[in-house]
């Protein structure tokens, strides 16, 4: 049984990976943290402050702006 190929965004990521050396949760992590909140000035941030292409930053933006913010994390018992 083979895997199903990402489809949208997703397919970009191994590429992305692949290609600036961080995984896509630490982009998704910049992305949240940055005072920007519109689309294509997020895209324009990550390609001339972190040297993305266009493509590749477009499909981090999208897939950050559909996931929401960011889970918390569940604090236990003390």
């Known amino acids: 049984m083979t ?3 990402a ?3 997703a397919s970009y990521f191994p590429a992305i990976e692949k290609k600036y050396g961080r995984p896509v949760r630490d982009w998704e992590d910049l992305i949240r943290a940055s005072p920007l909140t ?4 997020l895209v324009t941030w990550l390609k001339t ?3 993305l292409g266009h493509g590749h930053a477009n499909a981090l933006v999208a897939h950050t702006a559909k996931q929401g913010p960011a889970p918390r994390p569940k604090i236990t018992g003390q």
């Open 3 to 5: 895997a199903t190929p």
């Open 49 to 51: 402050e972190h040297g």
């Open 38 to 41: 519109r689309h294509m000035e």
């Open 7 to 9: 489809k949208g965004p």
